[in-house]
């Protein structure tokens, strides 16, 4: 069965930041992930993760301002300092957090010169952090209008040309369901290139039960496929967390 991660900007809500990683733990989390841990020293939530016996998972960059604001800023063209001073900055909470990845958010922009400024800071920060395993993610159009990474045979294409080993694709199968209506002919087309995987209910984007995806049957894929990464979950619970929890596969004691 997979390793399953909590995405503690959306999950236990309920409870202040530093509280959710106890909270993940004891539901049965192995990791967790933030979508943007700026607001908080990178060492408090660093210790939360150790006290808790969790795996710090993924964050995203950019940092500042994110909330209500822009989603990226590396392909949006004239950007490219911005994107640059960005991502030094979650490179340094990274040092402290070591997370398993950082994803490249690609900000909302059109075109070709889009493209290819994408292309290019993706070959500079590949080239930056060596060390660092990078991804990139394509969001759904109607919840980010606008958002210039829309579309996986896209992401694959820039993957490739990017040809960086540390750079790979993030499934969302929530994003990938809304954007092709077969999340999981999308993974069978691109698993040899993805190295994070999120989940959530379709249509919803409320827990993984039900709905359009067959997430057990999923998960039993991923078994089958000998995949390694990390499941996050990154949905909004229809209630309290701890309530909605029943789709979570427990380890056998």
């Known amino acids: 069965m997979p390793r399953f991660a ?9 409870l202040p930041m530093l509280e959710r990683f106890a909270a993940a733990a004891k539901a049965g989390f192995q990791g967790v992930e933030i979508l943007f841990p700026y607001d908080i020293a990178a060492r ?7 006290a808790a016996g969790l795996d710090f998972v993924l ?3 950019p940092p500042p301002n994110w ?9 949006e063209p004239g950007r490219e300092e911005r994107f640059r001073s960005d ?11 070591r997370p398993r990845h950082i994803h490249v958010m690609a900000g909302h922009a059109q075109g070709r010169e889009a493209r290819d400024t994408f292309a290019r800071n993706l070959r500079w920060a590949a080239e930056r952090a060596p060390h660092v395993n990078l991804t990139i993610e394509p969001l759904n159009p109607v919840d ?19 040809g960086a080993p540390n750079l790979g694709l993030q499934f969302d199968a929530y994003h990938a369901q809304r954007i092709t209506g077969d999340a999981m002919a999308v993974w069978r087309r691109h698993a040899g290139i993805i190295r994070h995987i999120q989940i959530a209910g379709v249509p919803g984007r409320h827990e993984p039960s039900g709905g359009m995806i067959d997430y057990q049957g999923f998960f039993a894929a991923l078994d089958r496929s000998g995949y390694k990464g990390w499941v996050s979950a990154e949905y909004n619970p229809a209630g309290l967390t701890t309530e909605g929890l029943g789709w979570l596969p427990r380890s056998p004691a």
């Open 6 to 14: 909590a995405n503690l900007t959306m999950l236990f809500t309920e």
């Open 59 to 61: 964050m995203n960059t």
């Open 67 to 75: 909330a209500g604001g822009p989603r990226g800023f590396a392909a």
């Open 44 to 50: 408090d939530l660093s210790r939360a993760a150790i």
């Open 87 to 97: 991502f030094d900055r979650a490179l340094r909470f990274a040092g402290v957090l």
């Open 144 to 162: 980010q209008p606008g958002y210039f990474l829309a579309d996986f045979d896209l992401a694959a294409e820039l993957i490739a040309e990017t």
